[in-house]
């Protein structure tokens, strides 16, 4: 499969994927600059994108409607912040929908 990346976050965050040449979208922390990003994204049609953990939940209410369709495939990633286990939860459910398991559960 072929298709452009795009990249989500603050600076320091895409700053070392718009070096590898990727698409970066740079964002503040406001829910009306991310929602703006987000549907730049949405339009340029990627396969790929990846969001900084600390925006993630800012940018469901625009993404939620592309969670189960093939592109774009939205990978949540940690960065400099501590965790809030949103990754985490972000990838439990995508392996849960590939594989219908909750691979992640704790026992």
């Given at each position: 499969?072929e298709?452009?990346?795009?990249?989500?976050g603050?600076?320091?965050?895409v700053?070392p994927?718009?070096a590898?040449?990727?698409?970066?979208?740079?964002?503040?922390?406001?829910v009306?600059?991310?929602?703006?990003?987000?549907?730049?994204?949405?339009e340029?049609k990627?396969?790929?994108?990846?969001?900084?953990?600390?925006?993630?939940?800012?940018?469901?209410?625009?993404?939620?409607?592309?969670?189960n369709?093939p592109?774009?495939?939205?990978?949540?990633?940690?960065?400099?912040?501590?965790?809030?286990?949103?990754?985490t939860?972000?990838?439990?459910?995508?392996l849960?929908?590939a594989?219908?398991?909750?691979?992640?559960?704790?026992?």
């Amino acid at each position: 499969m072929e298709g452009k990346i795009a990249v989500l976050g603050d600076t320091d965050f895409v700053m070392p994927f718009s070096a590898m040449g990727l698409d970066t979208y740079a964002t503040a922390d406001t829910v009306d600059d991310i929602k703006e990003n987000t549907n730049k994204i949405i339009e340029g049609k990627y396969a790929l994108v990846v969001v900084a953990e600390n925006i993630a939940p800012k940018t469901e209410e625009v993404f939620s409607d592309y969670q189960n369709t093939p592109t774009p495939c939205i990978v949540v990633v940690p960065f400099t912040t501590e965790s809030k286990g949103f990754a985490t939860q972000a990838l439990g459910e995508a392996l849960r929908l590939a594989t219908g398991i909750n691979i992640l559960q704790d026992n």
